[in-house]
């Protein structure tokens, strides 16, 4: 037996997701991130989002809700989950994992993909011909690296959460690799959705596995509509740059 469901979200919109878009729309080479990745925080949106994710959480059933969380230490992660449970009225105390951090980009964290091509050409040539799944960036990781680490996770969370519903709060590619996992998502498949459907700030996916052994199954995935039902701004922030 082992974890009976895996509740995923995504932090709230962040200090460099807005930072990288600014990049983006300015054509830029370069981010200006406002800290190292590790320390970067929500923004006023995100605050706002993971405010309505408590209130969304306050409202399932008791077989709904989480019985611990899992963290990833970066500061808008723990935000997203500190907000939330505080708004939710949950009294769970977070856990926090350095292996749910955001994936790391080595040479070419802060930038942007126009600038990876003309400062990197060589690295930007190589990812084209490896893949996102593989290629592996001087003094970062691939997708595949970013998958072994949660493999490991989730032989902890077998272990230490037998029976019980687990809410990890991350990012978009530990999200996106958590199905990958869990599913045995093939590769052409896994690159075909998170193209077409990227994971949004602070949305629920869930996975499912009642008996607690075995393939998961996705219920929820990408889940906003509590964001819209609050007023509250839907955000979408893939690619590079920090804060992701």
Same mark, same amino acid.
């Given at each position: 037996?082992?974890?009976?469901?895996?509740?995923?979200?995504?932090?709230?919109?962040?200090?460099?997701?807005?930072?990288?878009?600014?990049?983006?729309?300015?054509?830029?080479?370069?981010?200006?991130?406002?800290?190292?990745?590790?320390?970067?925080?929500?923004?006023?949106t995100?605050?706002?989002?993971?405010?309505?994710?408590?209130?969304?959480?306050?409202?399932?059933? #008791?077989?709904?809700?989480?019985?611990?969380?899992?963290?990833?230490p970066?500061?808008?992660?723990?935000?997203? #989950?500190?907000?939330?449970?505080?708004?939710?009225?949950?009294?769970?105390?977070?856990?926090?994992?350095?292996?749910?951090?955001?994936?790391?980009?080595?040479?070419? +964290?802060?930038?942007?993909?126009?600038g990876?091509?003309?400062?990197?050409? +060589?690295?930007?040539?190589?990812?084209?011909?490896?893949?996102?799944?593989?290629?592996?960036?001087?003094?970062?990781?691939?997708? #595949?690296?970013?998958?072994?680490?949660?493999?490991?996770?989730?032989? +902890?969370?077998?272990?230490?959460?037998?029976?019980?519903?687990?809410?990890?709060?991350?990012?978009?590619?530990?999200?996106?690799?958590?199905?990958?996992?869990?599913?045995?998502?093939?590769?052409?498949?896994?690159?075909?959705?998170?193209?077409?459907?990227?994971?949004?700030?602070?949305?629920?996916?869930?996975?499912?596995?009642?008996?607690g052994?075995?393939?998961?199954?996705?219920?929820?995935?990408n889940?906003?509509?509590?964001?819209?039902?609050?007023?509250?701004?839907?955000?979408?922030?893939?690619?590079?740059?920090?804060?992701?």
């Amino acid at each position: 037996m082992g974890a009976v469901e895996l509740i995923l979200v995504r932090h709230g919109e962040s200090e460099g997701n807005v930072a990288a878009a600014k990049a983006d729309r300015a054509r830029a080479d370069r981010v200006l991130v406002p800290a190292r990745d590790a320390d970067v925080v929500l923004s006023a949106t995100g605050r706002e989002q993971a405010a309505a994710l408590g209130r969304h959480i306050a409202t399932w059933s #008791a077989d709904e809700l989480p019985e611990s969380v899992w963290v990833s230490p970066y500061a808008r992660a723990c935000q997203t #989950a500190d907000i939330a449970l505080e708004t939710a009225g949950l009294d769970l105390e977070p856990r926090w994992d350095e292996r749910l951090r955001d994936r790391e980009l080595g040479i070419l +964290d802060a930038l942007t993909g126009r600038g990876v091509r003309r400062l990197h050409p +060589d690295e930007a040539d190589r990812r084209r011909w490896v893949g996102k799944l593989y290629y592996r960036p001087p003094g970062g990781e691939s997708w #595949a690296d970013v998958a072994l680490r949660l493999r490991s996770v989730l032989a +902890d969370l077998d272990r230490e959460e037998d029976g019980r519903r687990v809410l990890l709060v991350t990012h978009d590619a530990v999200i996106t690799l958590f199905r990958y996992v869990c599913e045995r998502i093939e590769e052409e498949t896994l690159l075909e959705g998170a193209r077409g459907n990227p994971i949004r700030n602070c949305s629920v996916t869930r996975l499912v596995r009642p008996s607690g052994a075995g393939r998961w199954t996705a219920a929820v995935v990408n889940e906003v509509g509590f964001l819209e039902r609050s007023d509250a701004p839907v955000t979408e922030h893939p690619g590079q740059g920090r804060g992701r």
